[in-house]
């Protein structure tokens, strides 16, 4: 079982660029989540996404949107790329909306 | 609302001591709660959780946690330090709404462990 991957592990963007990450779930989980963790901070929920859905969502602006696609896999886009981006993205799978997350390794996004 | 409190960024220790991270939560309604370790660039992996029942949790690698409702506390423990357990720990509060899940981290404890 491969886990949760994710990719790229790295990514530098320009400030006002459009980013799109990757999300793999582990095998049989059907919910992704996103997290951004800012450097010296704890994770920062950012959305939930079940059946192709949103279904909850942080306090993160709509530059933030995501989408899962039919075999569970999910993208994280985020647009108009801040400087205060710059974080680690993590992404969390699950058997359902309420079990334990399992994580991946995440993505390290520096935007320049 | 929820959130969570963990009392101080940084905690050393010597090898074989005790390890104590202190988190408090509040919430409004019963909480999930949950620790998880970050080792240097990687996710997080879950170390227990309490969900009902039995108010002391047992994890892996040796550390436990106890949930105390009169004090909104969810503290973690570990009798003995092993060098291996330098890494950051996560406290969280999880929260169903509408059967879908509400996340709230607290903001990390590093723990340093000295030979």
């Known amino acids: 079982d491969a886990g949760v991957t994710q990719s790229p592990t790295h990514l530098i963007k320009t400030r006002g660029q459009q980013v799109t990450l990757r999300c793999s779930p582990k095998?049989?989980?059907?919910?992704v989540s996103w997290y951004q963790q800012a450097l010296g901070q704890g994770p920062q929920f950012i959305f939930q996404?079940?059946?192709?859905?949103?279904?909850q969502r942080g306090n993160f602006p709509d530059r933030f949107s995501g989408h899962q696609f039919p075999n569970y896999s999910s993208e994280l886009n985020v647009n108009a790329l801040l400087l205060g981006d710059s974080a680690l993205y993590l992404c969390?799978?699950?058997?359902?909306?309420?079990?334990?997350?399992?994580f991946g390794q995440g993505t390290r996004l520096t935007v320049v | 609302a929820q959130s969570v409190t963990q009392l101080g960024s940084h905690v050393s220790v010597s090898e074989g001591a005790l390890v104590l991270l202190r988190c408090n939560y509040s919430?409004?309604?019963?909480?999930?709660l949950f620790w998880y370790v970050q080792y240097p660039n990687q996710g997080l992996q879950l170390l227990l959780k309490?969900?009902?029942?039995?108010?002391l949790v047992k994890g892996i690698n040796g550390f436990e946690a106890e949930f105390k409702k009169s004090e909104t506390s969810f503290h973690l423990t570990k009798p003995s330090a092993h060098m291996s357990d330098a890494a950051e720990y996560f406290c969280?509060?999880?929260?169903?709404?509408?059967?879908?899940?509400?996340?709230?981290f607290g903001t990390g404890t590093k723990l340093q462990v000295i030979p």
């Open positions: 969280a509060v999880i929260r169903g709404l509408g059967g879908y899940q509400k996340v709230t």
């Open positions: 309490y969900t009902t029942g039995a108010t």
């Open positions: 996404y079940y059946e192709e859905e949103e279904r």
């Open positions: 095998s049989g989980h059907d919910t």
């Open positions: 919430s409004s309604v019963p909480p999930y």
């Open positions: 969390a799978s699950s058997r359902n909306p309420t079990a334990e997350a399992f």
